[in-house]
């Protein structure tokens, strides 16, 4: 498999003949986009520019206008303000998406407010830039690949691993057949840092005057702020624990899968899982587990083979023995076992890889390069806007990429082993599970509608 994908071809073939060429059967309803000079400044509009959200507009300035910031917490927008002090501001992103002129957004937020503004912007024909996990269910993340179709905005998700040298070399590697065919992938991360396996406070405090909690909950259903409190476990929500609340974030599996998996993901042109089994210690009604342990059967498609996917996180990893000669395996990391070899990675986002046994390939030379070399997460997605190239991370590649990662979480939510049916959105199997494929938005922050 030297040669570019399919699933290559229909991204390159987005800058020709736009979501067209995704086929007949998705044919798109297009929101006329106006055609840009290479020279031109974009107009950019931020949501959320505390932490990775202020990385994320700094990535964009570069080359490109700030001319919009909107963060519910003042105290996370100070720094923001002070760099950008021309940019209007707002608490409320659906004011800043009504009242502005944008040409494009960054959607850096928790991850139950993802799909909000990236659906309306993509409805007036705005370009979206939403940091990983795309969406908080898989829902949300079919809702979003269906609009970026229809709208034809350029797109991307904001794991960056996509656009780094490392990751596509090994992408070619592995299509190239160095390891030959694969069949056994194991993924792993140290994480949770933050507080899982704890219940809902029971304390509640006074609502910082910084703050605009209403807004930071968003469609979130209602609950009293509460700050973090000793000898409790808990943390605070915000600006950095929500990650371990199902009202708010995916746990350790939807903050790091989508770096650790991708390249995985991509390389192997995996789609829907099947079958979805987890083994957890520690997670209850209101936060993901402590650790857990996730399998993912993806079905045998066309010339490649069936593939198993592991995932670990908490301190759980794949069997030491795995690599063999002792090699100790990284905090986190990707392992793809192929019948001819292994590559294994021992970072987050695959910059560089090692291929195993060490002996067999100790003259190894990389295949010929099949995929783009990519300037930057931002810049491969502003240079995309501006010749109508969507960049390799785009939603028809995020997008179901999410979805199949969040399955993991309904697994872990229900405590069954999961069937999937992902041409009908279905848990085939379980009623529960299946209730965790949506969620109810509180009033006034229902998702846009195309």
């Known amino acids: 498999m030297a040669s570019p994908s399919r699933r290559d071809f229909l991204l390159a073939s987005a800058a020709f003949g736009g979501a067209a060429a995704i086929g007949a059967q998705h044919e798109p309803v297009r929101i006329p986009l106006r055609a840009r000079s290479p020279n031109e400044r974009l107009r950019i509009g931020v949501v959320g520019c505390g932490g990775k959200g202020f990385s994320d507009m700094q990535g964009c300035a570069k ?15 100070k ?32 991850d139950h407010t993802h799909a909000g503004p990236a659906l309306m912007a993509m409805s007036k ?5 939403v940091q990983k996990p795309l969406t908080h269910t898989v829902e949300e993340a079919r809702l979003l690949r269906d609009a970026a179709r229809k709208s034809g905005v350029i797109t991307s998700m904001g794991n960056q691993g996509t656009c780094l040298d490392g990751l596509r070399t090994a992408v070619e590697c592995v299509r190239a057949g160095v390891i030959g065919t694969v069949r056994e992938v194991h993924v792993w991360t140290n994480r949770p840092v933050w507080p ?12 910082p ?6 807004l930071w909950l968003g469609p ?34 939807g903050d790091m899968a989508c770096h650790i998996a991708n390249m995985p993901f991509y390389a192997l042109e ?30 045998k498609k066309g010339e490649r083979a069936a593939v198993l996917l592991h995932w670990y996180d908490g301190g759980r990893k794949p069997p030491t023995s795995i690599l063999g000669d002792g090699v100790k395996l990284a905090h986190g990391g990707f392992l793809l076992v192929g019948d001819e070899g292994m590559l294994y990675s021992p970072t987050d986002y695959g910059e560089r890889f090692d291929l195993y046994p060490k002996e067999k390939f100790e003259d190894f030379t990389p295949p010929k390069q099949t995929l783009l070399r990519s300037p930057g997460i931002h810049d491969e997605w502003l240079q995309g806007i501006l010749s109508g190239t969507q960049p390799m991370a785009n939603f028809e590649y995020a997008a179901p990429f999410t979805e199949s990662i969040l399955l993991g979480n309904l697994a872990l939510r229900s405590g069954e082993t999961l069937e999937w049916d992902a041409a009908n959105l279905r848990v085939t199997n379980s009623e529960r599970a299946q209730s965790f494929v949506s969620k109810q938005y509180r009033r006034g922050f229902e998702l846009t509608k195309f």
């Open 270 to 299: 995996l789609d829907a899982p099947t079958r979805i089994e987890a083994n957890s210690e520690g997670g209850n009604e209101q936060t993901a587990p402590n650790q857990s342990s996730i399998k993912f059967h993806f079905p």
């Open 220 to 253: 979130a259903q209602w609950r009293s702020f509460a700050a973090g409190k000793k000898d409790t476990g808990f943390n605070g929500y915000a600006p950095f624990n929500w990650r371990g609340f199902w009202d708010f974030g995916t746990g350790a599996l």
């Open 79 to 110: 720094r923001a303000r002070a760099k950008h002090p021309k940019a209007s501001f707002y608490h409320d992103w659906r004011d800043m998406l009504d009242r502005e002129k944008l040409d494009a957004i960054t959607v850096s937020t928790p």
């Open 196 to 207: 899982q396996g704890i219940d809902k406070p029971s304390h509640i405090d006074a609502i």
């Open 125 to 129: 024909g705005i370009h979206c830039f």
């Open 63 to 77: 080359t490109q206008d700030i001319v919009a910031i909107c963060d519910v917490d003042e105290n996370q927008a």
């Open 209 to 214: 005057k910084e703050l605009r909690w209403d």
